[in-house]
Every structure is written in structure tokens, then in C-alpha cells.
């Protein structure tokens, strides 16, 4: 049978070689350990920051969160649960997770939101936009690990500089999603009375949207627990570390501690997410009320909202 | 009549190549070759019309005849393709967005059929809406917001979300909200086509008696001819993109520039259209003390009808029938009757500006009604058979079409 590998064949591998290698990482280089800077720098404080704090208070302020946005029974199964971890030796490692986790989110929030803004304001932004996010979500995130690490070198930050990636596009597509559909007599109703750009979207755009920003948000924050292990791979540590640690000696009982710690961790924070998004009910909550409590939420512990869709791709 | 707001020429094309669909619709193509060559749809076609101060100005016209873009070009919410549209002499087509935003702000506010209440903010938090946007300070905007909560009636609603108020409710928040700013313009674009007919009636009832304080310059957009003529001063009534025909209700009514406008008015409610003033006679009466009831016989003979009104000086008493006066007989000293003794002081008067349909149940009593001015001085009269020929005057242009063109 004749294949058009028989007319010709190209060398598709060593152009991408000689990009990567040739041009991106010796030009770029410097750059891109730059970009890790502020990763790294939020990374360890928190990290330090959860870590330093009690066991005991970080446990009674989840468990005491739990107990307000959600019920008694979320609160004594984070009591239980957080108890269990720190009970089989693992406490250190979920806090580095958590770390992790939420600069991820943090990240996730900075960059993607105002993307998402964007793309929500210029139909020509979101020609742009949306093709990248496809690509972003259909790569498998093995494949981009291998750039990653010749980039960014190994360790915390660029395993969350992979998260980042992995878990930006929710965020950014329902912050469009959120902003584009807010009633249009009302986007009017704002123009009619003289609103700058500015007012507009502080005042009318961000607050109607804010419960499908907080469910882009709350897709985030699970991409980025599912990346856990993955970064591990490449030198991030925490409970993905115990659990990589685990298979890689065939160590059964160390993989399901470290894979129950992360259960556990997910649990409590898509249901605390999932009731902050209920509270924050569309159209009842002002703007700075909501911030105010994601900002307090995200303070001690945990983060984002609204988790209406819990899946995603 | 100082025109606080002229639109000359305006036009205004939907579509990708307005410039040339404009130039085709100048040399008198039908909007529907337009279309069907460039797929820009004509929304409002030569628009041309003055709107002084302090006056309402009512647009009406059927679904999709162009009233919500003629409107929306007025705060420049849709930039006209063509033509002017001046605010005290400003041209919102052409100025910059600072200046807009300016005249948005301090000028013209707007409020919408569906009433565009922000729903994550309480109702004083709605009203205040439009001197956030200015830049005013928290506690001022709640103080100013109150108090044109109270002018609507809706101060104990302060702090309820607009989801919880009932629709005539909502609107009254839009149109404090449109209020607060203190604007000298209002764009209403069928702010009562949402209501129902018993709300909607009372939010007209309201808005004349609000507007008899504020004395704004109002564009009401309708659908409903009743409520056109019970607001408007002028009425624009507007077909396929075009002003067909400009006017007061009673010219509108009597005159109908063509079969579309007649079949429209057709089946109006005249009796609210015409006044007592547009169908009383002049002021004929006798003066109690110096005419005999000879003298009041003979003028009702001349002026074929058979009761007449009596007045004392320049103060109106009251009426005689001819058949009383005829029924008087001299008395035992045998002088003949006066008007005194024949004279009914129970007798219906009006103010000239009544609409006829208040004027129902007095003209059923047979007996002319007296038409009286501020100091009770007889200005004119209304006789009865007026008042039911007037209702049931046929318009005089063709309503052949009236079917397809009912108002909905
Ligand atoms: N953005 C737009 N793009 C294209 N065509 C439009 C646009 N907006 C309005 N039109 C068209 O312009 C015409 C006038 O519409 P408009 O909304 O002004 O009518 P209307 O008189 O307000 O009707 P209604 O009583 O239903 O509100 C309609 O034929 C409509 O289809
Ligand atoms: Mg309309």
C-alpha cells in the first residue's frame, strides 16, 4: 500500500527539538525562572504559614467553616478526617499540598479572571482565547511536564506552573461565560445612566457573574488537587510525593495513605466551595460581601466557590 | 415653545453596509429591496420632530415599527447612521464620549419596559444607582435615593431587593431610579407595557400627577393608543421606521393623515380624547334680574334648544327650561312670572379641560352643562346631543384596514 510516509517524511520531532532546545530555552531561559519568582515566593509563605500553624487551630477553623457554609455533619467529618491524616503520619504533607493547591488557585484566580474579563468584552479576545484553552484542556499534562522541566528545571514551582496550566482554562471560560450572559436590558440600564467601562464592570458585570466566576473557580481548584500527583513527577512534594514514593517501591500501605490523605483534602474543599456557592446565591450578595468571605475563607484555609459543575473536561 | 430636544433627519440602518443602504433608501428604494440586496435592515427611516420643555411627547406604533431604536438614539445607546439629535443644542450623534457620558449623567435618564432593576441591589441601592455612577458619596446617595423613594411612594420598600415588590412596584423603582439624578429629560420606552391593565391605568393616573410637579421633558413609547392619548401632549405616530404623522390627540382623531393612522384611531375611546371645551357653544345666558322670561323664551327659540342658563352679574346661578317658562302662570296679583321663580339652582357645570367621558351622566339628565372657568364665570356650554354626537362620530378617513392594524 502506498502511505504518504512513502512521498516524504518529516522530521516533526527534531523541529520541535530545535525549537525547544535551540531557540526557546536558551533565548528564554532566564525569563522563565524569573516568571517563577512570585510562584515561589507565595508557595513558601503559605506553606510556612500552614505549617507553623497548630495542627489543631487549622483543623478547628476548617472544621468551624464546615460547620457555617455547609452543616454538622461536613464539620465532624472534617474533625474526623483531618484527625485520621494527622493520626497515620501525614499532617506536614497535606499542608505542603494545600499550599500548593491554593497558590495554584490563587494563580488561577489573578490570571484568569481578567482573561476571562477580556475575552468576555472583545469577541476578537475570545477567537484568540478559545482555541488556547482547548488545546490547554485536550493536551494530557504528561506531555507538558518534559518542556516544563527544561524550562522551569524541577522542583515546587514548576510542578505548579503545570498546575496552573492544567487547571487556568475553567476559570478563564466562566468568567467569559459568566460576564457574557448577564441580562443585556441591564448592561443597557448602565450605559443609559453615563457608566464609565470601569463602573460597569465593577458594579453590574463582576457581581451578576460572580456565582459562575465562583463555579469556574471551584473547577479549578479540583483540576488543580488532580494534578497533585502528577507534579510530583517532577519534584513537587506533599501527599503526591507519598503516594509516588509509595508505587515506586511497591510500598501498597504508604500509596493508599498518601492517595486517602488527598481524598480526604478534596472532599472538605469541594463541599465547603459548594456551600459558599450556595450562600452566595445570584443576585442576594453584594460584590464586597462575597469577596469578603472568599477572602476570609481563603485566609484560613481553604478557597474558591460554587461548585454547580462539578466534573470538568 | 422652547425645544429642549430636536432630531433632525434621523436615520438609522441595521446591518454591515449602512452608508450604502442609506444612499439606496434616498433614492427610494423599498426597505425590503434593501434588504433582500445589502441585508441591512431599516430600523428608523427620516425621523424629524421637536420636543419642548416640560412637555410629553408620546411615540406610537405597532411591534417592530422602529419605537425602541428611535428612543435609544436619543441617549445615544444606538448611534444613528444619519442625521442630528440635539439636546439643548448638543448633538449626541456627533459629540465625544466624554460629553455622552456628561449628558447621560446630568440629562437624560432612562426607564425601560422591563424595568432593568439590578437585582443584587436593594431598591434604595437601585435608585441610587445613577449618583454612584456620578461619583457621590455612600451616605449623601441613600439621603437623596430616600427621598425620591418618598416621591414615589416606596420609602417603607427601602431596603427590600426588587425581586420581592410586585411589577407595578419595580417600575416605580425604575422611575425613581430615572428620577434621582435630578434629570431634565425622560426616555420612557413602554415603561407600562409590562403591567397589568389595572396597575397600568394607575401608574398613568400617577405619572401626570408627578409630572404636574416635575414638569419633565418626556418621551413615552407605547403601543396602546389610550394610553398615548391620555398622556401625550403630542403624538408621533410611527410606521415601518417613519414618523407618518405628528400631532395633538384631537388632531390625530379628526385628522388622520392616512388610512394607517384612521384605522388606529378607529376604535379609540373619544370620550377621553375630546374635552368639554372642544364641543361647547358660547356662553349664552340671561341675567336674572333685568331679563323677563319673554326675553330667555325668544333666545332659546333662536338657539333651537330648550333650557338656558341664568347668571347674576358675572356669577353663575343656575338654568330655566322653556317648558317651565311656559308653564308659568301670573300670579293673583296678576304679574307675570319671573326667571326667579322658574330657576333650578341644582345644575351640572365642568371645567373646560374634562375629558367628555366625564360628562356621561350629566348629559343624561337632558339639561346643557355649563362649562365654568377657575372663578366659577360661565365660559361656555355643553348641550347633550353634543356630547353623544361627538362620541359616536365616525373618523372620517376609510377603516377598512383596521383589522390587520389594531393596536395589540
Ligand atoms: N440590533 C439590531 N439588528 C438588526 N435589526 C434590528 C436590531 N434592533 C432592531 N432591529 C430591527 O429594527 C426594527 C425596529 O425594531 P424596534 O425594536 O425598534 O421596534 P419596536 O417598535 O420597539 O417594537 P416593539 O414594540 O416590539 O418593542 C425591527 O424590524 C427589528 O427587527
Ligand atoms: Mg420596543
Known sequence: MLSPADLATLPFDDWVNAFVRGWLVPNFRPAFRAAQVPVTLVLNNLNAFLLFVPMLLTTAAFAAVAWRVVGSGMAIFTLVGFAFIDMIGLWPETMTTLAMILTSVIFCAVIGIPLGILSARSDRMWKVMRPVLDIMQTIPSFVYLVPIVMLFGVGMAPGIIATIIFALPPIVRLTNLGIRNVRSDLIEAAHAFGSTGWQMLWDVQIPLALRTIMAGLNQTLMLALSMVVITALIGAGGLGLVVNTGLGRLDVGGATAGGVGIVILAIVLDRITQGLAEKAKVGRVSLGRSLLGLLRFQGSGGSGSGAQIKKAG | ?408
Not at chain 2, 63 to 79: A, D, E, Q
Not at chain 2, 165 to 176: E, I, K, N, P, Y
Not at chain 2, 222 to 244: F, P, S, Y
Not at chain 2, 294 to 316: N, T, Y
Open chain 2, 1 to 408: 415653545m422652547q425645544a429642549k430636544l430636536s432630531v433632525r433627519n434621523v436615520y438609522k440602518i441595521f446591518g454591515d453596509t449602512p452608508a450604502a443602504a442609506l444612499e439606496r433608501l434616498r433614492q427610494g428604494e423599498s426597505k425590503a429591496a434593501i434588504l433582500e440586496a445589502s441585508g441591512a435592515t431599516v430600523g428608523v427611516q427620516d425621523a424629524s420632530f421637536e420636543v419642548g420643555e416640560g412637555e410629553i411627547f408620546v411615540v406610537m406604533g405597532l411591534s417592530g415599527s422602529g419605537k425602541s431604536t428611535l428612543v435609544r438614539m436619543l441617549n445615544g445607546l444606538i448611534p444613528p447612521s444619519s442625521g442630528e439629535i440635539l439636546i439643548d443644542g448638543e448633538d449626541i450623534a456627533s459629540c465625544s464620549p466624554q460629553t455622552l457620558r456628561r449628558i447621560r449623567r446630568e440629562k437624560v435618564a432612562m426607564i425601560f419596559q422591563h424595568f432593568a432593576l439590578f437585582p443584587h441591589w436593594t431598591v434604595v441601592g437601585n435608585v441610587a444607582y445613577g449618583l454612584k455612577v456620578k461619583g457621590m458619596g455612600a451616605a449623601e446617595r441613600r439621603a437623596r435615593a430616600m427621598e425620591t423613594l418618598e416621591q414615589v411612594g416606596l420609602a417603607p420598600w427601602a431596603d427590600s431587593l426588587p425581586s420581592d415588590l410586585s411589577g407595578g412596584m419595580q417600575q416605580r423603582v425604575g422611575l425613581a431610579r430615572g428620577l434621582a439624578t435630578g434629570p431634565q429629560i425622560l426616555l420612557m420606552d413602554e415603561p407600562f407595557g409590562a403591567l397589568d391593565p389595572l396597575i397600568r391605568r394607575q401608574m398613568q393616573e400617577e405619572l401626570l400627577i408627578l409630572q404636574k410637579t416635575l414638569k419633565k421633558t418626556i418621551v413615552f413609547i407605547t403601543h396602546d393608543l389610550n394610553e398615548a392619548l391620555l398622556l401625550g401632549d403630542r403624538i408621533a405616530i410611527m410606521k415601518d421606521g417613519q414618523l407618518v404623522q405628528t400631532g395633538t390627540a384631537q388632531e390625530i382623531v379628526t385628522a388622520p393623515a392616512d388610512d394607517y393612522v384612521a384605522a388606529f384611531v378607529a376604535d379609540i375611546d373619544r370620550g377621553r380624547v375630546f374635552t368639554a371645551e372642544d364641543i361647547s357653544g358660547p356662553p349664552t345666558a340671561v341675567q336674572l334680574h333685568s331679563d323677563t322670561p319673554d326675553q330667555a323664551r325668544r333666545l332659546m327659540e333662536d338657539a333651537d334648544s330648550h333650557a338656558l342658563h341664568v347668571v347674576d352679574g358675572e356669577r353663575l346661578v343656575g338654568l330655566v327650561t322653556y317648558k317651565d317658562l311656559t308653564a308659568q302662570s301670573p300670579d293673583a296679583m296678576g304679574r307675570p312670572g319671573t326667571l326667579r321663580q322658574a330657576l333650578i339652582t341644582d345644575f351640572a357645570t365642568t371645567d373646560g379641560n374634562a375629558p367628555l367621558h366625564t360628562l356621561y351622566t350629566d348629559a343624561g339628565s337632558g339639561l346643557p352643562i355649563a362649562v365654568t372657568d377657575g372663578r366659577k364665570r360661565l365660559v361656555g356650554v355643553v348641550q347633550p346631543r353634543d356630547v353623544l354626537a361627538q362620541l359616536s362620530t365616525e373618523t372620517q378617513a376609510p377603516t377598512t384596514e383596521a383589522t390587520d392594524a389594531q393596536p395589540r
